[in-house]
Structure formats: C-alpha cells, structure tokens
C-alpha cells in the first residue's frame, strides 16, 4: 500500500483533552509542507493555527469545521495525488471505526452507485417540485469531463457529479489548478445556482481500547455496560477523580444527542411537547467546561483559607503618576505594581512560591516568581504569565502584561504563556469591588484577590484622615502554606506597596 499518514488533533498543553476545528486552510488536494499552517483549531484556552508536522498533500478531510474530536483524533488524511480513493477508504476504515460506521447507511466515498432495479411506475405520478438550494448548472457550462485540466480531486468530482466542463471553469490556484470553490463561482457566475454543502457533522469517536483499568464506581461501571459506554470517553468528576453516573449519562447524551437525559434524581425529562421552554439551554464552551473542571478540582481537593489586609496605597498612586508623567513610553497601572509588588514578596517569602505535587506527595519550591494575570474574556477567565516577575522593571511587566492581554483578548496566546505560573493575582477593581476572595489556580498553591482603591477614614496619630486603601485577600492552600506563612507574604506584600520605591531597586 502507499504511504498515507493520519494528521491528528494536537496536544497543545498538558490540560487540553480535546479540540473544535473552527476553520480549515487549505482544501482537499493541496500540497502542503512541513510547517505551513493546515486548519483553526479552538481549544479550552485558545484558539491556534495547527501547522503540517510532514510535507504532504491533504487528501481527505475527516473532521468537518465545527467539529469537537479528543485529542489525538484523526482529522484528515495525507497522501500522494496517485493513491487511489479506495486505499484511503480501507485506510480510514481501519482506523476512524465511528466514522465508518455513520457513514454505513450512505453511498461510500466514490463508490461506484449500485445498479437500480426496475421501479414500478407510482399510482398516480405528481411532478415533484426541485427542492430549494438545489444545484442548477447553466448550460454554458454543461459538458463531458476535460481529463486534461488541471483540478483539484473534489473539483473533478463534483464536476462529474454535475456534467461541468471543467475546461470552461477558470482556475484560480497555483498554476491554473481549479479547485472546488472555482467551480462553485463559475456556476453561480453564469446564473446557476449550488446546493448549501450539509450542516457540520459532530462526530464523537469512540474508545474501543479495555476499560477495566479506569477508576470509576460500581454503579457507573454496570450502567456504561449497559450502555455500551467505554469508560474511557467518560470524564471522570467523581470524588477522587472517579468516573460516576453522571459521567456515563453525558457520554450517553454525546454519543446519542437525541436521547433522553436523565435528571439528577433519576427520571427521565418529560417531552415538553409544543409547550414553549421555560429556558434555552446554552452548550457549554470548552473553555467554560475546563474552568468549571479545573476550578471544581481546586475547591475539592485544595484546603483553602484566606487572609485579607488592608494596603494603602497613597504613595503607590503618587509614584505612578510621577513616572507616567515623565517618561512617556511608560504607562504604568497600579495592577502593573501589585504584580511588582507580589513577586517582590514571592522572592522574600519563597515559602509561598510553591505548589503541592499530588504524585509525589511533595512541596514543589520554584526559584522564579512566575506570576499569573487573570484576563476576563466573553468565554471565560484565561491566566498569562509573566515569567519571572521578581527580576523585572516595572516598565517591563508593564508592557508584558499589555502584550499578554491583547494576544488573550484576540486568542492568539501560545500555551507557555499561559501554563505552569506559580501565583496568581486577580484584580477586580476596576469593576468597584471592594474586596472578594479568588479560588487557588490549580496546581499553584496561593491566589491574591485585589479590591477597588477608595478612600477611607483612618485613624493616624490620634487625628482622623483621609487615605486611600486596597483590600487584598489571599487564598492559601492549606496542605503547603499555613496561616503565619500566609501572613508573613502579606506583611512583605504591604511593605513593598506602601513603599513603592522599594520596587524601583
């Protein structure tokens, strides 16, 4: 057999289990090389260009746009422009089992069309009125297949499909080839009209490897038998990470979207007939499910506590309006100084700088201080990374922070900008509020949630003043930072904000 390779969905980060092909690049036919960009893949956290691991030509799309596959699913097929159709038929055959099983009730790919038997006439023929969107190929286009022109293989096979005259059809690819979309435009161009290609097709692909390794209880292990579900397409929110009946019941619901979903008690939701919903069920977005998964995780199995102080920050205030006024590339925020400001302390008290290893049942102490933004997107919460904070000028973390958050805000992040940090800062505000408490960013140990600067009545040698405060509350992990430790952090904390001119040394 020729050699045909299998181009998968990646693994872009340790977190990422699956991913939505939003957009494909090239179309069927296209040779590509190593590196040029194939398709749009969204994931959990971003959405990215995937580029050719091999040079190649793209010969088969399997995972239409708008498609959600696990990781390491197939996603198309590559192989030369003279391996025929029916080896990489055998070929996916043999390795998309799903695929070839949805598509066991119509015609194969190419396959030759069975011959039609004779069809009694009906009772009483009606002429039967062309379906709307259907395609209409004006005769000036109409004529037997040019085997001469170059095109792409489905350009040819929707000109036969048709009876196009591929040589009235002006290509517009490299060297004149003729792809799909040219046909497409000739049709419409002469008067003629095309069929709207078919809805996206979510196909879910099954695990078929052994199952009795996976952790999960024994009432979902007996209904995932019953239902012919494989533990492994379930994902595991059971405590300890077990997989439990909700689990199966949402593989059910994905591998077989019209069936009934049962609720958490048990019984089966009741067809509501033409009764007008009380509600609009809003699919889950991928990153929305991680957030909810990883955030779930943290509050399960992270003890937090927390420790809130208040910080003044009078002279912080004056110190950035001195800098931004003098020198003009640098606009600092005051958010630009609490990162300062916190790495600043992570370095005098490494101790916070940690996180707890699970598998080892070890305190895992980073030497940098890799502190972790949260950014607000419409989809969810997304947390870049300013390595190595703590030997950093405020102008630099200022303007990291600024890239960071335009690439999170346009999706353009790389996975090492947002993955492995050691501490996280979320600040709200900017929203007016006062004081609130975050959940620890897991697998770091310690998060610190920044209130709204206002000012407040304090008391300063016997006399009452104005001054203007921040109240910052930090989450801890308990299993690795207790709360003198805690405390110690935010002493050091208060000592570099309130005295700002520490971070300028």
């Known amino acids: 057999m020729n050699e045909i390779n299998l181009i998968e969905v990646p ?52 995972a239409r746009e708008g498609e ?11 192989a030369r422009e003279d391996v025929p159709d029916s080896e990489i038929d055998a070929f996916l055959s043999q390795r998309v089992p799903a695929v070839a099983d949805d598509s066991a009730g119509a015609p194969a790919h190419d396959a030759p069309a069975a011959e039609p038997g004779p069809v009694p006439p009906p009772a009483n023929p009606a002429p039967t009125p062309a379906p709307s969107g259907s395609t209409i190929v004006p005769e000036s286009l109409q004529g037997p297949l040019n085997g001469d022109v170059f095109a792409t293989p489905r350009a040819v096979r929707f000109a036969t499909e048709q009876g196009i005259d591929l040589a009235k059809v002006p290509g517009s690819g490299r060297m004149g080839r003729v792809s799909l979309a040219d046909v497409h435009n000739a049709v419409r161009d002469a008067g003629g009209s095309v069929a709207a290609p078919p809805a996206p097709r979510r196909t879910v692909l099954r695990s078929v490897q052994d199952d009795s390794t996976v952790d999960a209880t024994p009432v979902a292990r007996r209904l995932a038998a019953e239902l012919k579900i494989n533990l492994h397409d379930c994902r595991a929110t059971g405590s300890r990470g077990r997989v439990c009946v909700a689990d199966v019941r949402e593989a059910e619901r994905k591998f077989n979207p019209g069936t009934s979903v049962a609720t958490p008690d048990g019984r089966l939701a009741e067809d509501s007939g ?7 069920p809003v699919p889950l977005s991928s990153m929305r499910k991680a957030i909810g998964h990883r955030l779930q995780e943290s509050k399960r199995n992270s003890p937090h506590f927390r420790l809130s102080v208040d910080l003044e920050i009078d002279d912080l205030l004056a110190l950035r309006e001195q800098v931004n006024a003098t020198v003009p590339a640098v606009k600092l925020s005051v958010n630009d100084f609490v990162v300062k400001a916190c790495a600043s302390a992570l370095r005098a008290v490494p ?38 904070a703590d030997t950093r000028s405020l102008a630099e973390i200022s303007e990291s922070v600024r890239t960071l958050v335009t690439k999170a805000k346009a999706g353009t992040l790389r996975p090492e900008e947002f993955q492995g ?6 600040n709200l505000g900017m929203y007016g509020v006062r004081d609130f408490d975050a959940i620890i960013n897991p697998p770091q140990a310690a998060i610190l949630a920044v209130g709204a600067g206002e000012q407040r009545a304090v008391v300063r040698d016997g006399q009452l003043v104005a001054r203007t405060l921040v109240t910052a509350t930090l989450s801890c992990d308990h299993r690795v930072i207790d709360g003198a430790l805690g405390a110690t952090f935010l002493q050091a904390l208060k000592r570099f904000v309130e005295s700002p001119a520490l971070m300028l040394v």
Do not use: Y
């Open 11 to 62: 693994k872009w980060g340790l977190s990422m289990e699956e991913g939505t092909i939003t957009r494909w690049l090239i179309a069927e036919g296209t040779r590509f090389s190593k590196g040029d960009p194939l398709c749009e893949i969204e994931t959990s956290k971003i959405t990215n260009e995937m580029e050719a691991p091999f040079d190649g030509v793209l010969r088969r799309v399997v």
């Open 68 to 78: 959600t596959l696990p990781v390491g699913a197939p996603m198309a097929v590559s």
């Open 274 to 280: 033409n009764a007008t919903p009380a509600f609009e």
């Open 351 to 388: 101790e916070v700088n940690v996180q707890f290893d699970e598998g080892s049942q070890a305190v895992l102490q980073h030497s940098a201080a890799d502190v972790a933004v949260a950014v607000a997107l419409p989809s969810g919460l997304i947390t870049p990374i300013v390595r190595g």
């Open 421 to 426: 940090g050691t501490f996280t800062v979320s």
